[in-house]
C-alpha cells in the first residue's frame, strides 16, 4: 500500500469510529433506554473534560517514550474495549462512566492521527500543505459513512451502534501497527518544568488584554459546538409524534439528513482560504457566529413537510459555523503568539473550545433543557432552539463590539486548501 492510501484509510477509520454513534446516541438514550436529559448532558460533557486532560498527556508519552503510531493503536483497542461494553450497561451512572474511558482513550487520538500523517509524509518528503487536506477529507468521509449505515441499517436507537464502533476501533488499532514507524521525537527538553511539559506556560497568554477575550469567547462558542450533535438527531427523530410527520423521510431518515452537515463541512473547508483573504480572521469568525444564530434559528422553524427547506439549510450552514471557527481561530493564534508557545497556545485554544467550551455546554444544555424545556417527559424543540440560537447570537454582538482585531492581508496570504 502507498503512503498517502495508508494514511487516508487510517484517517477514513479514525472518524468512523466516532461516527457511528455520536450523532445517534440521544436516540438510544432518550427513545431506547428513557433515562433523563440532565443526566445524557454529562455523557456528551466527556468529549470536553477528556479533550481538557488527554491531548497533553498522550504528547508527551510520544514525545519521550514511545512510537506515536503504537501508542495511537494503544488507546483505539482501549476505547473499543469499552465501547464494547456500552450495550451491557443498565443506568445512566455507569453509562457516563464507561463513555468517559471510551473518550479518553478516543479524543486524544484524533491530534495523534494528525501527528502520525504529518511525521510520516514530512519523512517521505510529501508537501503537507498539498497533501494532507485531501487525506484528512476522507476522515468526514468515514464520519458520514458511518453515519449512514447506523441509520440505513435500522440501528439508529439500538445497541449496535456501539459493536460497530469497537469493531471499527479494533480495525484501526491493529491496523496502526502495520504504519510507518515515529519514533519519539524527544522535542521536548529534559530539564523542562511540568508546566513546561504540559503546555502550561501558555497560560500566560491570559495575561493580554486581547488573547483573553479571544480564549474567553472561544469557550463561550465552545459552548454551542457539540448542540446539534448532542440533540440534532432525536430532535428529528421526535417529529414521530405528531401524527401528520410520523411518516416522514425526516423520521426515517432522520441521521442521513442530519450527515449533509459534515458534507457540508468538507465544502466549506475549500473557501475558508477566499473568506479569509477577503475578509480577514475577525469577520470570518463573526460569521460563524452569525452561522450558529442560523443554525439553530432554522431548527426552531423547521419541520418534515413544509419546513424541510429550513432544515436542509440548517445543515448545510452547520459546515460554515463549524469550520470557519475552528480554523480561524487557529489561524488567529498562529499569527499572534511567539513561535516558542505557538504548539501550546493552539492546544489551548483547542482546550478552551473543545474543552472547557464543550465540557459546560453538554452539562448546562442538558439541565436547562430538562427544567425548563421538558413538560411531562416531552421536549419543546421550538424553544430549545430559540434559546440556543439567542445565545449564540449575544456572543456574536458582544464579540463584534469588544473584540478588535485588524484585518493584515499578508497575515492570511499564505492561507492553503
Excluded at 56 to 83: M, P, Q, R, S, V
Amino acid at each position: 500500500m502507498n503512503i498517502k492510501f495508508k494514511l487516508t484509510l487510517m484517517s477514513f477509520l479514525q472518524f468512523f469510529v466516532w461516527g457511528a454513534w455520536l450523532i445517534t446516541v440521544a436516540n438510544y438514550w432518550f427513545g431506547t433506554k428513557n433515562w433523563s436529559g440532565a443526566e445524557f448532558g454529562a455523557i456528551f460533557s466527556t468529549l470536553g473534560l477528556s479533550s481538557i486532560v488527554m491531548p497533553a498527556l498522550t504528547g508527551i508519552i510520544a514525545d519521550k517514550w514511545i512510537n506515536a503510531e503504537k501508542l495511537y493503536g494503544i488507546l483505539h483497542i482501549l476505547g473499543g474495549l469499552a465501547l464494547m461494553y456500552l450495550p451491557q450497561v443498565e443506568d445512566p451512572t455507569t453509562f457516563y462512566y464507561v463513555i468517559f474511558a471510551a473518550m479518553l482513550c478516543y479524543m486524544p487520538t484524533i491530534s495523534l492521527s494528525n501527528s502520525i500523517a504529518y511525521n510520516i509524509l514530512k519523512t517521505n518528503n510529501f508537501d503537507v500543505v498539498k497533501v494532507f487536506p485531501p487525506i484528512r477529507v476522507w476522515g468526514t468521509i468515514g464520519f458520514i459513512a458511518a453515519m449512514w449505515i447506523t441509520n440505513l441499517t435500522g440501528n439508529k436507537a439500538s445497541y449496535n451502534m456501539f459493536y460497530l464502533s469497537a469493531i471499527a476501533a479494533f480495525v484501526l488499532g491493529i491496523y496502526s501497527f502495520t504504519l510507518p514507524k515515529c519514533p519519539p521525537q524527544k522535542l521536548i527538553a529534559s530539564d523542562a518544568t511540568i508546566g513546561e511539559k504540559l503546555g502550561l506556560n501558555a497560560f500566560k497568554l491570559f495575561g493580554t488584554y486581547k488573547m483573553a477575550l479571544f480564549f474567553i469567547f472561544s469557550m463561550f462558542l465552545g459552548g454551542a459546538l457539540q448542540l446539534t450533535n448532542m440533540y440534532g438527531d432525536v430532535y428529528l427523530s421526535e417529529f414521530s409524534k405528531v401524527p401528520q410527520y410520523a411518516d416522514s423521510i425526516v423520521v426515517k431518515y432522520s441521521t442521513i439528513i442530519m450527515s449533509i452537515s459534515q458534507i457540508s463541512e468538507t465544502l466549506f473547508i475549500l473557501a475558508i482560504p477566499f473568506f479569509l483573504k477577503r475578509f480577514g480572521i475577525k469577520q470570518v469568525m463573526l460569521i460563524s457566529m452569525l452561522a450558529w444564530v442560523m443554525r439553530f434559528g432554522l431548527f426552531a422553524y423547521g419541520n418534515p413537510v413544509d419546513g424541510l427547506w429550513m432544515i436542509v439549510l440548517s445543515c448545510i450552514v452547520y459546515g460554515m459555523a463549524f469550520d470557519f471557527f475552528n480554523i480561524s481561530g487557529s489561524l488567529f493564534v498562529e499569527t499572534t503568539t511567539d513561535s516558542k508557545i505557538r504548539s501550546s497556545a493552539q492546544g489551548l485554544f483547542m482546550m478552551m473550545s473543545n474543552g472547557f467550551g464543550a465540557f459546560f455546554g453538554g452539562l448546562i444544555s442538558g439541565v436547562v433543557i430538562d427544567k425548563f424545556f421538558t413538560h411531562e417527559g416531552i421536549r419543546d424543540w421550538h424553544n430549545i432552539w430559540l434559546a440556543f440560537s439567542g445565545y449564540a447570537l449575544v456572543i456574536a454582538v458582544l464579540f463584534a463590539i469588544f473584540f478588535k482585531h485588524k484585518h493584515q492581508p499578508e497575515e492570511v496570504a499564505n492561507v492553503s486548501h
